[in-house]
């Protein structure tokens, strides 16, 4: 699936980009499993970002996990966070990031405590230079 979906985000973006290798997605991660059905891929400048979420769809109430996949200029670290601009709030958790290397990151701790419409805001820095990707999603 993410092979599939980066051949299709590479077209728009500026470099060729890999979101998957060998080593098999979740097991890069050091955890075993398969990719969730779901991915969400963006493309915003020279940036490509695809991310799943675990579990998924989004539950209310309950942890998550983000597997990442960013291509595009090196990364040198990736913010993850989430707000509801409709009532001015964020998380009551911040999100821990690690970088796994190769373009792959894992954010957890993510924990969307109320329905209605979140952001997820992913800040992408490199080179000095920050770059602020949003997506909206919609928890019943």
């Known amino acids: ?9 590479a ?9 998957d290798d060998a080593a098999g997605g979740a097991q890069a991660a050091g955890r075993v499993g398969t990719w969730p059905a ?3 891929v963006m493309v915003e400048g020279r940036w490509t970002l695809a991310w799943a979420t675990r579990p998924s769809p ?6 998550v ?10 990364v ?25 290397g190769g373009g792959r990151f894992l954010a957890q701790g993510l924990l969307f405590h109320m329905p209605g419409t979140w952001r997820l805001i992913f800040d992408i820095e490199s ?9 909206s999603v919609d928890l019943p």
């Open 76 to 100: 040198d670290s990736l913010r993850v966070d989430a707000d509801m601009p409709a009532h001015r709030h964020g998380m009551n958790y911040a999100a821990q990031v690690k970088a796994l």
């Open 11 to 19: 077209i728009a973006a500026p470099e060729p980009c890999v979101l």
């Open 1 to 9: 699936m993410w092979l599939m979906l980066c051949a299709q985000a």
């Open 38 to 40: 779901s991915v969400t």
């Open 127 to 135: 080179e000095g230079r920050v770059q602020r990707l949003t997506y």
């Open 65 to 74: 996990e983000l597997d990442l996949r960013i291509c595009g200029a090196p």
């Open 58 to 63: 989004l539950p209310v109430g309950r942890h």
